[in-house]
Protein backbone atom coordinates (compact mmCIF):
# COMPACT_ATOMS: atom_id res chain seq x y z
CA UNK A 1 0.00 0.00 0.00
CA UNK A 2 2.51 2.56 1.00
CA UNK A 3 5.24 2.27 -1.54
CA UNK A 4 8.65 4.14 0.36
CA UNK A 5 8.11 7.81 1.27
CA UNK A 6 4.69 7.45 1.01
CA UNK A 7 1.66 8.18 3.58
CA UNK A 8 -1.25 5.28 3.89
CA UNK A 9 -4.34 6.70 2.87
CA UNK A 10 -7.36 5.70 4.51
CA UNK A 11 -11.30 6.79 4.15
CA UNK A 12 -14.11 6.41 5.94
CA UNK A 13 -16.56 5.59 3.09
CA UNK A 14 -20.89 5.77 4.19
CA UNK A 15 -21.84 5.28 1.07
CA UNK A 16 -24.17 8.67 1.17
CA UNK A 17 -22.93 10.20 -2.18
CA UNK A 18 -23.44 9.94 -5.70
CA UNK A 19 -21.12 7.10 -6.92
CA UNK A 20 -20.22 9.06 -9.97
CA UNK A 21 -18.90 12.20 -8.04
CA UNK A 22 -16.97 10.20 -5.28
CA UNK A 23 -13.15 11.12 -5.36
CA UNK A 24 -12.76 8.40 -2.29
CA UNK A 25 -13.82 5.77 -5.03
CA UNK A 26 -11.83 7.07 -7.46
CA UNK A 27 -9.03 6.96 -5.84
CA UNK A 28 -9.33 3.10 -4.51
CA UNK A 29 -9.70 2.30 -8.03
CA UNK A 30 -6.16 3.31 -8.24
CA UNK A 31 -5.26 2.09 -5.42
CA UNK A 32 -4.11 5.06 -3.75
CA UNK A 33 -6.35 4.73 -0.65
CA UNK A 34 -7.77 1.92 1.53
CA UNK A 35 -11.67 2.01 2.28
CA UNK A 36 -13.45 1.14 5.38
CA UNK A 37 -16.99 1.42 5.48
CA UNK A 38 -17.00 0.75 9.48
CA UNK A 39 -15.24 3.10 11.26
CA UNK A 40 -14.10 0.66 14.35
CA UNK A 41 -11.56 -0.66 11.73
CA UNK A 42 -9.88 2.66 10.73
CA UNK A 43 -6.32 2.39 12.09
CA UNK A 44 -5.34 3.80 15.60
CA UNK A 45 -3.03 6.83 15.63
CA UNK A 46 -3.36 8.13 12.40
CA UNK A 47 -4.04 11.80 11.69
CA UNK A 48 -8.26 12.47 11.13
CA UNK A 49 -8.97 15.10 8.73
CA UNK A 50 -11.06 17.22 10.75
CA UNK A 51 -12.48 20.38 10.08
CA UNK A 52 -13.32 21.33 13.27
CA UNK A 53 -10.04 20.25 14.94
CA UNK A 54 -8.45 22.50 17.19
CA UNK A 55 -4.94 22.63 15.87
CA UNK A 56 -4.43 23.50 11.96
CA UNK A 57 -2.32 20.94 10.09
CA UNK A 58 1.58 21.33 9.63
CA UNK A 59 4.38 19.73 8.76
CA UNK A 60 5.16 19.37 12.66
CA UNK A 61 2.51 16.80 12.21
CA UNK A 62 4.90 14.81 9.43
CA UNK A 63 6.07 12.34 11.92
CA UNK A 64 2.21 11.25 13.34
CA UNK A 65 1.90 10.65 9.39
CA UNK A 66 3.55 7.29 9.66
CA UNK A 67 0.31 5.45 11.01
CA UNK A 68 -1.53 7.46 8.24
CA UNK A 69 -4.28 9.98 6.80
CA UNK A 70 -8.16 9.66 7.53
CA UNK A 71 -10.75 11.24 5.62
CA UNK A 72 -14.26 10.87 6.47
CA UNK A 73 -16.63 10.64 3.19
CA UNK A 74 -20.08 10.89 4.79
CA UNK A 75 -22.85 13.08 5.55
CA UNK A 76 -22.39 15.80 8.97
CA UNK A 77 -25.35 14.23 10.44
CA UNK A 78 -23.28 10.72 10.25
CA UNK A 79 -19.92 12.52 11.33
CA UNK A 80 -21.12 13.39 14.43
CA UNK A 81 -22.33 9.95 14.97
CA UNK A 82 -18.63 8.68 14.14
CA UNK A 83 -16.39 10.77 16.06
CA UNK A 84 -17.30 9.82 19.46
CA UNK A 85 -16.15 5.81 18.07
CA UNK A 86 -13.41 7.47 16.53
CA UNK A 87 -12.04 9.03 20.14
CA UNK A 88 -10.86 4.82 21.42
CA UNK A 89 -8.60 4.92 18.27
CA UNK A 90 -6.58 8.11 19.51
CA UNK A 91 -6.34 9.76 16.48
CA UNK A 92 -4.66 13.22 15.72
CA UNK A 93 -7.71 14.94 14.61
CA UNK A 94 -6.09 18.65 12.50
CA UNK A 95 -7.82 20.97 10.38
CA UNK A 96 -6.71 22.17 6.91
CA UNK A 97 -5.77 25.71 6.25
CA UNK A 98 -7.28 28.35 4.30
CA UNK A 99 -7.58 26.16 0.46
CA UNK A 100 -9.78 26.96 -2.45
CA UNK A 101 -11.83 24.02 -3.67
CA UNK A 102 -11.32 22.73 -7.89
CA UNK A 103 -13.31 20.43 -7.80
CA UNK A 104 -16.86 21.06 -10.11
CA UNK A 105 -19.25 21.16 -7.11
CA UNK A 106 -17.60 23.60 -5.19
CA UNK A 107 -15.05 25.13 -7.69
CA UNK A 108 -13.85 28.43 -5.90
CA UNK A 109 -15.02 27.90 -2.77
CA UNK A 110 -12.99 28.20 0.73
CA UNK A 111 -12.48 25.34 2.66
CA UNK A 112 -15.39 23.11 0.25
CA UNK A 113 -13.11 20.10 -0.29
CA UNK A 114 -13.85 16.75 -1.58
CA UNK A 115 -12.00 13.70 -0.27
CA UNK A 116 -9.19 13.96 -3.20
CA UNK A 117 -8.70 17.53 -2.30
CA UNK A 118 -7.98 17.23 1.34
CA UNK A 119 -5.58 14.25 0.87
CA UNK A 120 -4.02 16.19 -1.36
CA UNK A 121 -3.74 19.58 0.57
CA UNK A 122 -2.35 17.39 3.50
CA UNK A 123 0.53 15.38 1.83
CA UNK A 124 1.66 18.65 0.07
CA UNK A 125 1.71 20.60 3.57
CA UNK A 126 3.35 17.66 5.09
CA UNK A 127 5.89 17.59 2.37
CA UNK A 128 4.95 14.20 1.14
CA UNK A 129 4.42 17.10 -2.85
CA UNK A 130 5.34 13.95 -4.84
CA UNK A 131 2.32 12.01 -3.43
CA UNK A 132 0.38 14.83 -3.42
CA UNK A 133 0.48 15.30 -7.53
CA UNK A 134 0.27 11.71 -8.28
CA UNK A 135 -3.34 11.82 -6.75
CA UNK A 136 -4.12 15.04 -7.85
CA UNK A 137 -3.12 13.30 -11.58
CA UNK A 138 -6.35 11.24 -11.31
CA UNK A 139 -8.61 14.57 -11.42
CA UNK A 140 -9.35 16.31 -14.22
CA UNK A 141 -9.53 19.00 -11.58
CA UNK A 142 -6.50 17.95 -9.79
CA UNK A 143 -4.00 20.31 -11.99
CA UNK A 144 -6.51 23.00 -11.52
CA UNK A 145 -6.68 22.63 -7.59
CA UNK A 146 -2.48 22.55 -7.73
CA UNK A 147 -2.08 25.67 -9.55
CA UNK A 148 -4.90 27.69 -7.90
CA UNK A 149 -3.58 26.86 -4.61
CA UNK A 150 0.26 27.05 -4.77
CA UNK A 151 0.45 29.72 -3.04
CA UNK A 152 -0.72 29.12 0.34
CA UNK A 153 0.37 25.20 -0.29
CA UNK A 154 4.11 26.21 -0.58
CA UNK A 155 3.52 28.44 2.46
CA UNK A 156 1.73 26.36 4.22
CA UNK A 157 4.62 23.56 3.81
CA UNK A 158 6.86 25.96 4.86
CA UNK A 159 5.67 27.05 8.49
CA UNK A 160 6.74 25.39 11.46
CA UNK A 161 3.92 24.60 13.51
CA UNK A 162 -0.29 24.63 13.59
CA UNK A 163 0.01 28.61 15.25
CA UNK A 164 2.33 29.62 12.01
CA UNK A 165 -0.25 28.02 9.88
CA UNK A 166 -2.96 30.43 11.52
CA UNK A 167 -0.54 32.88 11.14
CA UNK A 168 -0.03 32.28 7.24
CA UNK A 169 -3.40 31.46 5.84
CA UNK A 170 -4.49 35.34 6.89
CA UNK A 171 -1.88 36.36 3.97
CA UNK A 172 -4.48 33.95 1.86
CA UNK A 173 -7.90 34.59 3.86
CA UNK A 174 -10.08 37.64 1.72
CA UNK A 175 -10.67 40.57 4.82
Known amino acids: MSHGNSVPLYVYHARQDDPKKCS??????????????TAERLPAGAILMDPNAGKALSPADRDLSRKGIVVLDCTWEEVERVFPLLKSKHMQ???LPYLLASNPVNYGRPFMLNSAEAFVAAL????????????A???KWGETFLILNHEPLEAYAEATDSADIIRVQQDFMPD
Open 24 to 37: ARRMKQFGLVRMYE
Open 93 to 95: SRA
Open 124 to 135: YILGFKDQAREV
Open 137 to 139: SKF
